[in-house]
């Protein structure tokens, strides 16, 4: 079965400083890898996406995947309050040619403080 | 630009009633439709999914079913409510870019709460 395992938080970063979201999955097949950010009673929305080894930059945020180790996370520098919010880790073991579900983390709750 | 919508937003129905969820998507053509279920203290769980009309798997047995009579409307039912059923219910699309890789976007959810 595959497992998707996040550290629940809450993660309390200050305001301008570097947050760190980690991510570790369980199956070696895994082709596609994404965050997503949820606030408070809202739907998911895409944040990243990474799909090979080593990292991907969008403007505050960097996506770091690592196959060998099982291993994604997520870096957001300059934090904001805005920031403040439910961050998912979502694993897609199909690259392609079909549907398949995303397995999801529970989520890591991150807190930037003002 | 591509769209989703779900309705009703939120609904609070009592156990033993039927159900229906509905989510269309505007602004893209075949899509793979999503299903899932967000409890409580539980992570985005997968409940079904479609790549096309009438074609639906289901990835964890239960009393609900889904339906997709047109390429872009996916819909969640139910003969009978639990408990249990409680949740936030999304409904997702993805296609299949360029890069042979698919992205899955979500709608704006609805909000059950089975009495």
């Known amino acids: 079965q595959k497992e998707v395992e996040q550290n629940s938080g809450p993660l309390s970063v200050p305001e301008g400083a570097i947050a760190s979201l980690n991510c570790t999955y369980s199956d070696r097949v895994s082709q596609s890898f994404f965050w997503y950010r949820q606030y408070s009673g809202k739907s998911p929305e895409l944040i990243m996406s990474?799909?090979?080894?080593g990292d991907k930059e969008d403007g505050r945020f960097t996506a770091q995947l690592n196959k060998a180790s099982q291993y994604v996370s997520l870096l957001i520098r300059d934090s904001q309050p805005s920031d403040s919010a439910t961050y998912l880790c979502?694993?897609?073991?199909?690259?392609?040619?079909?549907?398949?579900?995303?397995?999801f983390g529970k989520g890591t709750h991150l807190i930037i403080q003002p | 630009s591509q769209t989703i919508h779900q309705w009703p937003a939120t609904l609070v129905q009592p156990v033993g009633s039927p159900l229906s969820l509905e989510c269309t998507v505007e602004?893209?053509?075949?899509?793979?439709l999503y299903w899932y279920r967000q409890a409580a203290g539980r992570g985005l769980q997968l409940l079904f999914y479609?790549?096309?009309?009438?074609?639906i798997s289901s990835e964890v047995p239960q009393n609900l079913s889904a339906s997709r009579p047109q390429d872009r409307q996916f819909i969640l039912s139910s003969k009978k409510l639990l408990l249990s059923d409680s949740g936030f219910y999304l409904c997702?699309?993805?296609?299949?870019?360029?890069?042979?890789?698919?992205?899955?976007?979500f709608g704006p959810g609805t909000r059950l709460l089975v009495l």
């Open positions: 979502a694993v897609n073991g199909w690259s392609g040619g079909g549907a398949d579900g995303l397995t």
């Open positions: 602004g893209t053509s075949n899509p793979n």
């Open positions: 479609s790549v096309g009309i009438g074609q």
């Open positions: 997702a699309w993805s296609v299949e870019g360029t890069s042979g890789k698919e992205t899955q976007y």
């Open positions: 990474i799909y090979s080894n």
